[in-house]
Every structure is written in C-alpha cells, then in structure tokens.
Nanobody, 123 residues
Framework: QVQLVESGGGLVQPGGSLRLSCAAS????????MGWYRQAPGKQRELVAT???????NYADSVKGRFTVSRDNAKSAVYLQMNSLKPEDTAVYYC?????????????????WGQGTQVTVSS
C-alpha cells in the first residue's frame, strides 16, 4: 500500500525558515506530479507549489520568491524550503503525489496525500 509521510513542521518566528519533507513508500512504479498544499483554519485547501516530473515548477503568487519546491526521484521524495516566513503562512501543509503503483497484476494511477504537518509562524 502506498503512503506519503511528512516531516519538518513546527513553530517559527516571522522571517524564519523551515524545510518540509515528504517521502512516498509502497509498491511504486513511478511518480508523476508532486507538490504541496496548505489549509489554514476556516479556509479551503490551496495550492502552494507543484513540481511535475521533468517539467517546470509552479508556485502560488503568495509564496513566489520565498518558497522552493524540489524532488528527489531516487528517494520518491518532495521537499519544500520555506524562507522569510510570514504569520499568514500559518497552516497545515499537505504533500500530494500522483503515483503509478502495482496492486497484484494491476497497475493503477492514484492521487495520494500526506497526513499533514502544522506550520505556525508567530512571535
């Protein structure tokens, strides 16, 4: 069974930095797009950054120039380096991946989500 496990959240002061990590495991054949989303209290989940396999990255306007998404295909992992953090970046951050996996004789493509990691930016 495929799963995504996140790490790296926490409490940081405004202007600080955090690095989120997310690793996929299971019967993985390949991974297409990967990325990060976030959900603040009382708000809908929103895209933060995506990194398709072999294509250019995409960022929400609110994080451009401050956040950097990267991936390590050998480790089935995606990362989010967050710099110059602001209080409005406070949210639960979720990693996402579209994964091709093998289930017995079947090969399937599904969207998977991490369990979420809390990022709090406060003085």
């Amino acid at each position: 069974q495929v799963q995504l496990v996140e790490s790296g959240g926490g409490l940081v002061q405004p202007g600080g930095s955090l690095r989120l990590s997310c690793a996929a495991s299971g019967s993985i054949v390949s991974i297409n797009g990967m990325g990060w989303y976030r959900q603040a209290p009382g708000k809908q989940r929103e895209l933060v950054a995506t990194i398709p396999r072999g294509a250019s990255t995409n960022y929400a306007d609110s994080v451009k120039g401050r956040f950097t998404v990267s991936r390590d295909n050998a480790k089935s992992a995606v990362y989010l380096q967050m710099n110059s953090l602001k209080p409005e970046d406070t949210a639960v951050y979720y990693c996402h991946a579209q994964i091709v996996s093998r289930e017995g004789y079947l090969t399937t493509i599904n969207d998977y989500w991490g369990q979420g990691t809390q990022v709090t930016v406060s003085s």
